[in-house]
C-alpha cells in the first residue's frame, strides 16, 4: 500500500513553493465525486447516512490547500479560519495518489476505532490515532467539501466537515 508523506486533523476537540491555482473541486468533477463516494462508503458500511457536497467548504477548503501548497508545510487553520467546521488534512507526493488512496489513508485508522463517547474511541487510548476516521463517520455531520493544490513536490488535501465531529462528550 501506497504510504503518505503525513496526516493531520482539526476536529471540534482542537483548536489549534508555489500552488497551482485552480478551481475548487466540484462535486461533479470525477476526483471530487470520487473524494464523497468513499467517505461514503465507510459510512454506509456502519449504517450512517451519506454526507452531502458542500461547495462552500470545497471553495474553503480550496483556499486553504493552496496556501499549505504555497508553504509545503502540512498545518492546519484556526478555528475561526474553518467557521468551526472539521479539518482533515492530508500529504503526499504530487500527482501520485489517487482519492480512493487519499481517503484510504483516514479509513485506515478504523483499525484503532472503538465505538464511545469522544474522547474515548481509540483502542489506543489516544484519540487522535482515529481522529480522520471518526470525522468521517461521526454520526451529526452532514455536509463535506475537499480540495487537492499541488506544492513544489506535494500534493495537500484539505477536506472540511459539517458540522464538526470529534466533540467532547459526544457519541462518535
Known amino acids: 500500500m501506497k504510504h503518505a508523506i503525513g496526516l493531520a486533523l482539526v476536529t471540534g476537540a482542537m483548536l489549534a513553493g508555489m500552488a497551482m491555482q485552480t478551481p475548487p473541486v466540484q462535486a461533479s468533477s470525477g476526483f471530487a ?6 467517505h461514503n ?10 454526507l452531502a457536497w458542500s461547495s462552500k467548504l470545497a471553495q474553503d477548503a480550496k483556499r486553504w490547500a493552496d496556501r499549505l501548497a504555497r508553504s509545503d508545510r ?18 503526499g507526493y504530487a500527482g501520485y495518489y489517487s482519492a480512493g488512496d487519499m481517503i484510504g489513508g483516514f479509513i485506515d485508522e478504523r483499525r ?15 484519540w487522535r490515532d482515529v481522529g480522520h476516521y471518526s470525522q468521517i ?11 487537492v493544490a499541488k506544492g513544489r513536490t506535494n500534493d495537500f ?16
Open 112 to 126: 484503532h476505532f472503538k465505538p464511545g463517547t469522544f474522547p474515548n474511541i481509540s483502542r489506543t487510548g489516544n
Open 74 to 91: 502540512l498545518e492546519h487553520s484556526s478555528q475561526a479560519e474553518r467557521g468551526g467546521a472539521g479539518e482533515n488534512l492530508w500529504m
Open 41 to 50: 462508503v465507510e459510512r454506509k458500511r456502519l449504517g450512517k447516512p451519506p
Open 137 to 147: 463517520i461521526w454520526r451529526d455531520t452532514q455536509q463535506v467539501g475537499c480540495a
Open 157 to 172: 488535501l484539505v477536506c472540511r466537515y459539517w458540522p464538526a465531529g470529534n466533540t467532547y462528550g459526544k457519541e462518535a
Open 33 to 38: 465525486a470520487e473524494l464523497l463516494m468513499h
